[in-house]
């Protein structure tokens, strides 16, 4: 066996051996006991919603096509209605603004409600656990089973767990797909094997990720992985409603019987039963105070509350508070006036105005795009009747889920005119480009560079229009 190393002590007498701390400190799994009560309601509500939302979203149906789908190959996103070109980046900044304010003022008001609540981790992370207890059974019983030798039973138990956690990370990772590539095409290929090589590839890499990351790595992800955790605490303030302990109710904590008077015993109301950190699924113990891995799931809140019950106690030893409400003594009416302070009024009203913003430009939004291109081949030259023509090239957009008919005028100079066919017929939710000669007299601008206008108008839409700005050349 290696022998530790040693250092001389500094008079020469002795050897001290020196200890050697391991690089990274090891993790004790971490056996969540499942619990019941309001805030676990809540939890189970969000699972449903957000898998219903994303399970669901990829099939709806919408003006015969996919009511969602970011289609990369044809450059197009649709949402319901809606339909998003690589010019519109625009509203994904604007998105991204959004998320990031309504993250900054649901953690300045109450603290990870998102991490607890709807959180892609937290949410896979709870229906593994729950197919977890169906084939293991409940939390000791899962302790048991892994300390237990291998056995055909133990075994069983394995399998059967991994997969439905196989068949669930499969169809997360399917559906997440099926939002880039139209679902009833994928399924089809799915079923027949011929999945093209991306579509594969991030169908198992997808699920290779919910399995491991809600089956295996769990609070890990939480904690070393999720980078909010660690920047959480500079959007706190004493007035952030989090998960908290009452101390001063709570201490000296001890065991006792339900009969005895633990007041007269000098004893808080915490009886030392340790259920709180069992129920935490990043296994801490939320009665040393506020801590980073702390996700507010509230699951301590709901288990002290049953234990509290059970002792003729008031509920609320662990419960939604402040610090400033625990310094002071507030009751509730106290704590929701403080919840309007500067840093949420200051979010809320940013927050308000980017939405308020956003909705009026996308009902503002004109359903055409029209780009002006010069032919760089030829910028000038005169034909038949000593006319001089330019030729221009025009992308069209038709953001209208419907086909359309456009008139196309120039204007700009006296007796400027299309040289080209000027109605163009597009189908709906199409680009096309178009070449478009136009010729005016020599002596209809100065020499060189003048300014021009075209305009692209929808027939029978008159409200559909847009001018854009070009340059004609006179040699």
Aim: with cysteine; charged share 20%; proline share 5%.
């Amino acid at each position: 066996m290696p022998q530790p190393a040693t250092k001389p002590d500094p008079s020469g007498a002795k050897v001290i051996p020196i200890r050697e701390e391991p690089l990274y400190k090891p993790e004790k799994k971490i056996y969540a006991r499942s619990v019941s009560g309001t805030f676990a309601n809540w939890r189970w509500a969000m699972v449903w919603l957000t898998q219903a939302i994303f399970y669901g979203a990829c099939w709806l149906p919408w003006n015969g096509r996919q009511a969602v789908l970011f289609d990369l190959v044809e450059r197009k996103f649709y949402i319901f209605s809606l339909v998003f070109w690589p010019q519109d980046v625009f509203y994904l900044a604007v998105l991204l603004i959004i998320s990031a304010l309504a993250l900054f003022l649901f953690t300045a008001v109450a603290g990870r409600l998102f991490c607890g609540y709807a959180c892609p981790q937290t949410v896979y992370t709870e229906i593994f656990m729950w197919v977890e207890k169906l084939f293991e059974g409940e939390r000791w019983a899962r302790m048991k089973l892994d300390a237990a030798p291998a056995s055909g039973a133990k075994l069983a138990r394995k399998a059967g767990k991994h997969a439905v956690w196989a068949v669930i990370a499969l169809w997360t990772g399917f559906t997440f797909v099926g939002y880039f590539t139209p679902v009833k095409t994928l399924a089809a290929a799915f079923l027949s094997w011929q999945l093209g090589p991306w579509e594969a590839f991030w169908i198992f890499f997808y699920a290779f990720a919910t399995w491991g990351n809600a089956g295996f790595m769990r609070e890990q992800v939480c904690k070393y992985m999720c980078p909010y955790a660690r920047f959480q605490g500079v959007m706190f303030d004493p007035d952030t409603l989090i998960v908290t302990y009452d101390a001063e109710r709570g201490e000296p904590r001890g065991a006792r019987s339900k009969k005895a008077d633990h007041k007269a015993d000098g004893k808080g109301d915490c009886v030392d039963c340790g259920i709180c950190v069992q129920v935490c699924p990043t296994g801490i113990d939320i009665r040393a105070g506020l801590q980073y891995e702390c996700i507010g799931c509230s699951a301590c809140i709901d288990a002290c509350d049953q234990v509290m019950d059970k002792m003729s106690y008031p509920r609320g030893l662990i419960r939604y508070s402040t610090e400033h409400a625990l310094a002071q003594h507030w009751g509730r009416r106290e704590i929701v006036r403080h919840l309007l302070r500067p840093r949420t009024l200051v979010y809320g009203a940013a927050l308000s105005g980017i939405i308020v913003a956003a909705a009026w430009g996308l009902a503002q939004r004109m359903p055409l795009k029209v780009d002006v291109i010069r032919d760089r081949a030829t910028l000038a030259r005169e034909v038949e009747g000593g006319l001089i023509e330019n030729v221009f090239r025009l992308q069209i957009m038709n953001l209208a889920e419907a086909p359309r008919r456009y008139s196309l005028t120039v204007t700009g100079l006296s007796g400027i005119q299309i040289a080209t066919d000027a109605i163009v017929e597009m189908p709906a939710a199409a680009t096309q480009a178009v070449t478009v000669r136009v010729r005016a007299e020599p002596d209809s601008g100065r020499r060189g560079s003048n300014p021009i206008h075209f305009e692209v108008r929808a027939l029978n839409h008159d409200e559909v229009f847009v001018r854009e700005k070009a340059s004609f050349l006179l040699p």
